[in-house]
T-cell receptor, first 112, second 114 residues
């Protein structure tokens, strides 16, 4: 079945550091891929998405590229801010529809 | 702005006392979902409505029920809350009329069981 694996957290960075959160997936066909962010005490917010191979999703300085050859969708940001501290979830939705499959989440803490 | 609204944001109930959480949406999406989330774990899907069709996850306890009286509203009923049901409950919507079918989440209701 479909699955998503994220790097374990917590990830602690200094402000302005480069961020990478790894995400790999297992799925048949061509799933859609998503990154969601959850700030403390809040619901999940869609951060970015990609629907086909080599698509790059981007938003708020974050970006991720759909790599079918490596079944990956790693999240990157060139310069993190304290306000980026949150839990980040990678997710997929199969091309035949169906529910979202989430990774376990990666907590990011950015220190000033 | 179109959005997903959940009320209340915080709910305290007593062990065994029925409780209802509500969700409304102005996105006119035809699919609505209820998730349970504990301690920053990944959200766990309880059930969803595709239009009026109810779809229960196989491992959702019978203690959890849902109602969708119209397109805009969906309710989560917990018939006899136990201490293990304390969690954040998230409502989400999506449209299957095109696109990647991304889900849009509400802010959640934090349920405490005393």
């Amino acid at each position: 079945g479909n699955s998503v694996t994220q790097m374990e957290g917590p990830v602690t960075l200094s402000e302005e550091a480069f961020l990478t959160i790894n995400c790999t997936y297992t799925a048949t066909g061509y799933p859609s891929l998503f990154w969601y962010v959850q700030y403390p005490g809040e619901g999940l917010q869609l951060l970015l998405k990609a629907t086909k191979a080599d698509d790059k999703g981007s938003n708020k300085g974050f970006e991720a590229t759909y790599r079918k050859e490596t079944t990956s969708f790693h999240l990157e940001k060139g310069s993190v801010q304290v306000s980026d501290s949150a839990v980040y979830f990678c997710a997929l939705r199969g091309n035949q529809g169906g529910k979202l499959i989430f990774g376990q989440g990666t907590e990011l803490s950015v220190k000033p | 702005d179109a959005m997903v609204i959940q009320n209340p944001r915080y709910q305290v109930t007593q062990f065994g006392k029925p409780v209802t959480l509500s969700c409304s949406q102005t996105l006119n999406h035809n699919v609505m979902y209820w998730y349970q989330q504990k301690s920053s774990q990944a959200p766990k899907l309880l059930f969803h409505y595709y239009d009026k069709d109810f779809n229960n996850e196989a491992d959702t306890p019978d203690n959890f029920q849902s109602r969708r009286p119209n397109t805009s509203f969906c309710f989560l009923d917990i018939r006899s809350p136990g201490l293990g049901d304390a969690a954040m409950y998230l409502c989400a919507t999506s449209s299957v009329r095109g696109g990647a079918y991304e889900q849009y989440f509400g802010p959640g209701t934090r349920l405490t069981v005393t």
